[in-house]
């Protein structure tokens, strides 16, 4: 009887086809981190802090290995057909084009902020605790499965897997203690708030369609009756918690405080691949779910883009501190993204894609620059002190001279490339006016990133100034590969571009 | 007895939630008006689950428990380790970071 009923219920629940070597990338990060809570427990204290190092990194490179692995076999072109990828796991994960790009992105991008991470010559008697390494490795496994997910409980899932450590990790700092944990409880509370957004909007989304699978959503908002309240109310309360991931426009007040307040390799981390996934995710919900009623919903996604490029740029222009600047930069970069985003043709998500590569790299390599001036044991963070700079270490200010160009969007660099792309997607879309008020408001932002390259240069150093500390291995390599990639995105960027064209499976 | 009570209710809690973070001062009230808001999103997807006739809704329901189960860990840890080093868990007092 019991065996007559098992086979019943073996009959009527079909197990998901797993396609593991698409997948292998996640698994081996995921797998790392829980090696990593282990080797935390286990391993005696001295020898911890070069095994979690060694772990993570052999854990990133193994990951990208598996990733190049399955990108050139054939069961990536399996798929539907013109399309690269599969979709795995009953659906939920959809390995294509867009998703393969972005992993490569999140990896390398993680790989260079591990290195900040990692280097304890920097700032010897300050460096994280060992925990830092395996809530690193879980928030990248969480934010590569967030970019890849095909369903919106898959993606909340992963938002929560990604936000959860890095909460931890802004709490993280040895000095300046306090301020470090404000940074993690203001994040962590608004982080919260809005995540309870998105699944409102899950919820009101599963309500209107009967599932909560991207391209369901998009097929029950073609041709019915039901409810437009469900619908709209769903995508809104929905893409408002994507947009406080991202960064964007009325939803960016956490982010000056915390990228200030966290241990900045953190910061470097948090901001280049956070921003990675969260536009990997809208690009994705845009495009499968809602891009037939795109009439309906583009208006106020312009507004937010304007009011997102308004509020970094022209805040961005009064701010004293330099990670707080370089926050607001990338309030406004969130601003430029969008534009990109809501271009919803192939051409805007390549060129979203290309721009958030370029704005990573350099962003990374900024953050590595502003960790090494320091004043007695702690970091000069505060422009007046940024004063006379090129005098006292030429390199450094002539490095540094050349991220602000990136980021203000200066020929021979990515960010010039990137944007050129983004705002040539957009006019093709027919947004020429949105077009015209982003090139206002990037001359506007280029105000703010050259006024500290003329602090730096054309200032008399102060007496007391802050010191310019010599950077390890790590830091080096970090800074070099950041900006390496920012001139060779800026030089030719065809080979990125190339790779990143490809459409969603849905 | 129409289900779409069940859908205002759930509405009513999660905008009860909403105005509590906004209006609460203590860090651990405020997070317990974000748990309230987790909560009512439960009882949506499982009225719907009702309405659809499917059982996914339910299965959701109990993804969204163990999340907001990891986020009072995670959230509890950090409000602790502030509340040692102020010796007070109101959102105000926070205010090194501005402008």
């Known amino acids: 009887m019991l065996s007559q009923f098992l086979a019943q219920a073996q009959g009527q629940i079909n197990p998901p086809d797993v396609s593991y070597a698409a997948i292998t990338p996640i698994l081996i990060v995921l797998g790392a981190a829980c090696l990593g809570v282990l080797i935390e427990a286990f391993v005696a204290k001295e020898s911890r802090w070069a095994l979690q190092v060694g772990l993570c990194v052999v854990s990133i490179l193994a990951a990208g290995v598996a990733l190049i692995l399955f990108m050139n076999s054939d069961a990536a072109k399996g798929g539907v057909a013109g399309h690269t990828g599969v979709l795995t ?7 294509d084009q867009p998703a393969l790009f972005l ?114 959503i998009a097929n029950a908002a073609v041709g019915t009756n039901r409810s437009d309240t469900l619908l709209f109310g769903g995508l809104g309360l929905l893409v408002v918690g994507l947009l406080f991931k991202a960064a964007v426009g009325p939803f960016h007040t956490w982010t000056p ?63 004293t501190d330099v990670k707080r600047m370089i926050a607001y930069s990338s309030v406004a970069h969130a601003g430029f993204l969008l534009v990109g985003a809501i271009a919803l043709n192939t051409n805007g998500l390549q060129s979203t894609l290309f721009y958030l590569v370029a704005y990573g790299f350099t962003t ?30 030429p390199l450094l200010a002539a490095v540094f001279t050349f991220l602000l160009l990136a980021l203000a969007g200066i020929p021979l660099t990515s960010g010039f490339v990137g944007k050129f792309v983004v705002f040539s997607a957009a006019l093709q879309d027919g947004m020429a006016p949105l077009v015209v008020i982003a090139l206002v408001f990037s001359a506007v932002a280029a105000f703010f990133y050259l006024r ?34 920012t001139l060779l995105l800026g030089v030719v960027p065809g080979f990125v571009l190339d790779w990143a064209k490809g459409g969603f499976l849905g | 007895m129409t289900p779409t009570y069940y859908l205002l209710l759930s509405a ?88």
């Open chain 1, 89 to 95: 796991l009953a659906n939920v994960i959809s390995i």
């Open chain 1, 103 to 216: 992993w490569g992105t999140l990896l390398a991008l993680g790989l260079l902020a591990l290195l900040l991470l990692a280097d304890k010559t920097v700032d010897p008697d300050g460096a994280l605790q060992t925990e830092a390494f395996p809530l690193f490795l879980f928030a990248l496994g969480g934010m590569m499965v967030f970019s890849a997910a095909n369903n919106l409980l898959t993606m909340f899932i992963a938002l929560e897997v990604l936000s959860l450590p890095l909460y931890l990790m802004c709490g993280l700092a040895r000095k300046r203690r306090l301020i470090s944990q404000e940074a993690a409880v203001k994040y962590f509370l608004l982080g919260a708030f809005a995540s309870a957004f998105f699944l409102y909007g899950l919820a009101l989304l599963y309500g209107y369609a009967g599932s909560v699978r991207l391209s369901d």
């Open chain 1, 257 to 319: 405080d915390v990228y200030q307040g966290a241990p900045t390799p953190v910061t470097a981390f948090m901001a280049a691949c956070t921003k990675v996934a969260a536009f990997g995710g809208i690009l994705r919900v845009l495009t499968v779910a809602f891009q037939s009623t795109q009439w309906e919903w583009r208006g106020v996604l312009w507004a937010v883009c304007i009011v997102s490029m308004a509020i970094g740029a022209i805040f961005g222009l009064t701010q």
């Open chain 1, 364 to 393: 990374i390599a900024s953050f590595g620059v502003i960790s090494l001036v320091r004043r007695g044991n702690g970091e000069a963070s505060d422009l007046s002190e940024w004063a006379g700079l090129a005098k006292r270490s």
């Open chain 1, 452 to 485: 500290v390259v003329v602090l730096m240069y054309f200032s008399e150093p102060a007496e007391d100034g802050p010191t310019v500390t010599v950077p390890g291995a790590f830091t080096t390599v970090a800074i070099g590969l950041g900006v390496f990639i």
């Open chain 2, 12 to 99: 009513l809690l999660f905008s009860i939630g909403a105005i509590g973070v906004l209006v609460r001062r203590n860090a651990i009230v405020v997070f317990m008006c974000v748990e309230l808001m987790l909560n009512a999103v439960n009882l949506t997807l499982v009225t719907f689950a009702r309405i659809n006739g499917q059982l996914d809704g339910q299965v959701m329901a109990f993804f969204v428990m163990v999340v907001a189960a990891a986020e009072v860990v995670v959230g509890l840890a950090i409000i602790m380790s502030i509340f040692r080093t102020r010796r007070s868990a109101s959102v105000d007092d926070s205010n090194l970071l501005k402008y």
